[in-house]
């Protein structure tokens, strides 16, 4: 891993593809922050409601074509060094980071995951969990790596079941707890870059 030293700010770049809950939470939690700064948002769906809080921050927001994996990603690369960013936060990214990707930005790349992780990497991990009769779920930050859900676990939050719960309202709450988790991991682990 890259050291920043001497770096006053860290420059940041969220990845979204939906609502961007997690990203105007960030946006909030970092808006008057000296050392953080959000100076790049890109998302793989042009209809994603996280470009409006993009927009409304007056942050530098792109759409990326993901027709072609391999061109996109140049795309994102390129943007990535332009803008000189340090560290990338995947925040509902409903991109796989390929391998060549990851080796070639060669800083750190974060993620926000809605279960506890090793446990339910992937997709539908809500009613994964509940399907299984779990008694705890929660939200897991971690590194990213070339295998799914996989890196350096940074920090979690467990979220205790409630009877007869179903997926929709464990999500939303799974998620206020991700609002709080992601800033908070960031925060400290920029702290050592």
């Known amino acids: 891993m890259v050291k920043l030293v001497g770096k006053r700010i860290i420059f940041i770049a969220v990845f979204i593809s939906g609502n961007g809950s997690n990203l105007k939470s960030l946006i909030k939690n970092f808006k008057n922050n000296s050392k953080i700064k959000i100076s790049l948002v890109l998302s793989s769906n042009s209809n994603a409601y996280g470009l409006v809080y993009a927009k409304k921050n007056k ?39 390929s391998k060549r990707f990851i080796k070639k930005f060669k800083k750190p790349i974060l993620n926000i995951h809605p279960s506890l992780l090793p446990k339910y990497k992937g997709l539908n991990t809500h009613s994964r969990v509940i399907l299984n009769k779990e008694k ?14 996989s890196g350096r676990i940074l920090s979690q939050k467990i979220v205790k079941i409630r009877k007869n719960e179903n997926a ?10 991700e609002h709080i988790l992601y800033s908070k991991t960031i925060r400290k682990f920029v702290s050592n870059l």
């Open 136 to 149: 705890f779920s929660g939200c897991t930050v971690h590194l990213v790596t070339p295998a799914l859900d």
């Open 59 to 97: 942050i530098k927001n792109k759409i990326i074509n993901y027709k072609n994996k391999n061109k996109a990603e140049n795309i994102i690369l390129n943007l990535l060094k332009k803008n000189k960013i340090n560290v990338v936060c995947l925040a509902g990214f409903m991109k796989i980071l």
């Open 168 to 177: 929709s309202k464990l999500s939303k709450r799974i998620l206020k707890q």
